[in-house]
C-alpha cells in the first residue's frame, strides 16, 4: 500500500517542481526584459547628422538611422500612436534624460522633447517629433521618404529644421508618390 500512496506523492512532487521551474523561468524572462527595458532607456540616446543619398544631410539617430517627421503631427505634438509607432517607433528619451547627446550639424536650440501620448518623451526637432522607419534596413536608407504611410506623408528633416518633401533621387530611398503639406 505504501508503493501505490509513494507514486501518485512522488508524480504529485513532479507537477509542482515543473511549474515552479516554468513560473520561475517565467519571471527570470520577465525579469531580463524589464532590465533590458531600463538598460535601452538608460543609455544615452543620440541625435546627430548624415548625409544620405538622394537627400543630402539630414538627422539620424546614433546609429546612422535616418529620422522622420510626419506630417499630421503639424510640427506641434505627437500624433503616431498604437499601430503606427510599431511601423514608424517615435524616438524616446530616457525618463532621467532631459536632452539627448548631439553631434555632427545638429542645432541644439533646434533640440527639444514632447509628451507622448502613451507615455514618456519623445524627442523633437524644430517642434516636430521624430521617428525611425522599421523597413529601413541599414543606416543611410531612407526608404520611409515622401511615403503615405499610417495617415499621412513621411519625410526627413535637415539640420537647419527644414523639412524635405521631395521624392529622394534615384541613389536613395523611395519610389513611391509624393504628398505635400
Do not use: E
Request: aromatic share 6%.
Amino acid at each position: 500500500m505504501r508503493k501505490t500512496f509513494a507514486l501518485p506523492v512522488a508524480a504529485l512532487a513532479l507537477v509542482v517542481a515543473a511549474c515552479g521551474s516554468s513560473s520561475s523561468s517565467s519571471s527570470t524572462s520577465q525579469s531580463s526584459a524589464a532590465t533590458s527595458r531600463s538598460t535601452a532607456s538608460a543609455a544615452a540616446v543620440v541625435l546627430a547628422t548624415r548625409d544620405v543619398p538622394g537627400l543630402g544631410v539630414v538627422l539620424v539617430n546614433g546609429q546612422g538611422r535616418t529620422l522622420y517627421t510626419f506630417a499630421p503631427d503639424k510640427a506641434a505634438k505627437v500624433t503616431c500612436v498604437g499601430g503606427c509607432a510599431s511601423a514608424w517607433p517615435p524616438m524616446f528619451l530616457a525618463a532621467a534624460v532631459k536632452k539627448p547627446t548631439i553631434s555632427g550639424q545638429v542645432k541644439p536650440s533646434l533640440v527639444s522633447s514632447d509628451p507622448d501620448p502613451s507615455g514618456g518623451r519623445v524627442i523633437t526637432y524644430a517642434g516636430w517629433p521624430l521617428y525611425l522607419y522599421v523597413a529601413d534596413p541599414t543606416a543611410g536608407t531612407a526608404h520611409g521618404q515622401s511615403i503615405n504611410s499610417a495617415g499621412g506623408p513621411w519625410y526627413v528633416i535637415t539640420p537647419s529644421g527644414t523639412v524635405i518633401t521631395k521624392k529622394p533621387t534615384a541613389a536613395g530611398g523611395s519610389s513611391s508618390s509624393s504628398s505635400s503639406y
